[in-house]
């Protein structure tokens, strides 16, 4: 405002002096004995583009005081309140283009032309229309600005911080790396910034909570994240990868819609249903999400819903295992699915009829492949001989079972089992090629 308000007062003093010159349809300046010139009167047209000029630098200063005091007021960085600020400096272009442009008799004229006379200002007790204005609009603008913006601005920042940092924030949170959901350890550690709508919840939940107990046994019901009784087991749990964390699972899909599960699967299962748009906990079951079951990043989801999902069986045509409970290949419906199946490849009238069969080339495009100059239909229609059709296939399909999805179960001869006894039915053992 101090910065602007002067050329406020100059633009109200030039007007006042243009207006009290006299009207003449010529322009006349006078030289006097003193060298000065002095300017007697001016041209009409001259005049008033004098007045429409004035009342455009007036614009421009008001604008500059109400946009500049909004700029700076919210502006929460010190150093760019002070750039801003310095941004003032456009006010002296105008004097800094007639220094440099202006013909130099034109600026000398300006050097000698006499002040324009003005009434007698009128003063108060010693105090001029200049002081007196300059300190009301000051506190006008700095109240103004104050109750409209800064304050607003102030309580607003005050509640962020409370929202994010109150409670009690001794606390270690971490999101696993491949699954997505959350386990926390009470105690110092860096905070947590809930920048996600989940990541928010979790931390809400956290700080809501008691965090002053040392029990380890003692309960700790969640729902978005894991709790852990130390920072030492936080890190060595938040360090095990997905398979790892599967390996230790059972083959059964978990009930998503149980809500009174045992704490320690609730939040796996939150953490599912909430990166899943249309997915509500308690109501969303394994078979809702089963579109989803071959989609690379869905480890989580292949853990919790391995039958749902095809982990049980050998020829479900499941594109990505990665997640799949180790335990599903061991268990009674598997074995005997993968013994009873013969060391020769199935005909190509049965298998392109076979919806499993189709899934698969579905997702080995779509997932793996990834090039739209196959035709997983055309592939799928011609049965194991594709293989012999396509050598490359050989190692996309066939031995990355480890990796991804085989069809080694459907086609043993086209993939040379027993050559690959990893991905073979155990029938073919004892078969030599």
Known sequence: ?????????????????????????????????????????????????????????????????????????????????????AALICMKIDGLLFQTLAPIPAQHLLENLRPLPLPRRKVFKGAGVNSVSTLVGMVAVATLVYFTDVLPNTQLMHSVNETLCGGDTSFVVFDHPQLGYYSWAAGTGPRVEATAKYSQRV????????????????????????????????????????????????????????????????????????????????????????????????????MLCPLTCGCASATSGLITPQGCPETCKRTPAYQLEVHRIPCRDQPAEILKHDPDWIRFWRQLARQVLGTSSFNWEEAANEGCGVIANYEWLEGAACTNGHIYGSISFWCPEACHCPLHKRHCPPSCNNVTE
């Not at 010159?21 to 004098?50: C, F, M, N, Q, Y």
């Not at 009342?55 to 005091?69: E, N, P, Q």
């Not at 299962?269 to 990043?297: M, Q």
Request: proline residues 3%; aromatic residues 6%.
């Open 1 to 85: 405002f101090l910065n602007v308000f002067p050329e406020v007062l100059d633009v109200y003093y030039f007007a006042r002096a243009v207006i009290g010159l006299p009207r003449d349809w010529r322009t006349h300046i006078a030289s006097r004995d003193d060298g000065s010139s002095e300017l007697v009167s001016v041209h009409v047209t001259k005049k008033a583009l004098a007045i429409v000029l004035a009342m455009l630098r007036l614009t421009v200063a008001v604008l500059l005081i109400y946009a500049g005091s909004k700029w700076l007021a919210n502006t929460s960085s010190l150093e760019s309140v002070v750039l801003n600020s």
């Open 203 to 302: 931390v809400e939940e956290i700080i809501t909570r008691d965090l002053s107990l040392d029990d380890c046994l003692a309960d700790h019901p969640t729902t978005q994240s894991h709790f852990q009784c130390t920072f030492d087991n936080l890190r060595e749990k938040m360090q095990l990868t997905a398979d790892e964390i599967a390996s230790t699972m059972t083959c059964i899909d978990q009930d998503l819609t149980d809500l009174d599960g045992y704490p320690n699967r609730s939040p796996e299962i939150t953490w599912l249903l909430n990166t899943h748009p249309g997915s509500t906990l308690g109501t969303t079951t394994c078979a809702d999400l089963k579109e989803h079951c071959d989609d690379l990043e869905e480890d989580l989801l292949r």
